[in-house]
């Protein structure tokens, strides 16, 4: 009956060392072999009693352009694909969505959060510009000490809209893998006003 004990006791031991070691191993994947996209950003910086210091990061290209004729069978955080693109200045923006995994190309897993419309006043209606998602990175994690000098230097180089975070982008899934403030990576900045 001991024995019995120790197997099961062996089982569970090694399932909750695998969870973690998986988890781990899928989030290197994306950063070793996903394909890396740049998006502008509009960051602020909350504390996560759970997680520590983060910068949380906005993103200017949360929606994608699409008539209102598409949107009729969307619900609110309803799953849909989002096809990235890069415009001509190297930043990633989505250039369409379907429900459906997309065969070929880049893209990313997202929510559908609301239909993005804008008020005509002259015609006293709504027009339909597209749709608004969640993305599912917001938040760049660094030293407690760092996060909030980070986090100001980030905001001020927004302003000047020179601030964006490299993301890796591997089959829907996303990493952020830097942040950029003035071209200089954030832990390089807050290390540098540190001293």
Request: one cysteine or more; a neutral charge; hydrophobic letters at 40%.
């Amino acid at each position: 009956m001991k024995t019995i004990y120790l197997i099961v006791l062996g089982v569970v031991i090694c399932v909750q060392l695998a969870v973690p070691f998986r988890m781990i191993r899928g989030r290197e994947r994306i950063l070793a072999d996903g394909q890396l996209y740049r998006f502008k950003t509009q960051p602020i910086d909350p504390v996560d009693p759970f997680q520590g210091r983060y910068v949380r990061l906005r993103f200017e290209a949360d929606t994608i352009a699409c008539n209102a004729d598409r949107m009729v069978e969307l619900q609110r955080k309803q799953p849909i694909y989002a096809v990235l693109a890069t415009d001509g200045q190297g930043f990633a923006y989505f250039s369409d969505w379907s429900n459906e995994r997309p065969a070929d190309g880049d893209f990313l897993k997202v929510r559908y959060q609301y239909a993005d419309q804008d008020w005509i006043k002259e015609s006293k209606s709504y027009v339909t510009n597209g749709i608004r998602i969640d993305l599912p990175f917001d938040r760049y994690y660094m030293d407690e000490t760092k996060a909030p000098r980070a986090e100001t230097l980030a905001r001020d180089a927004t302003r000047n809209s020179n601030c964006w975070a490299n993301v890796r982008i591997l089959n829907g899934k996303a990493l952020i893998e830097d942040v950029f403030a003035e071209g200089i990576p954030l832990r390089e900045l807050a290390a540098k006003n540190e001293e």
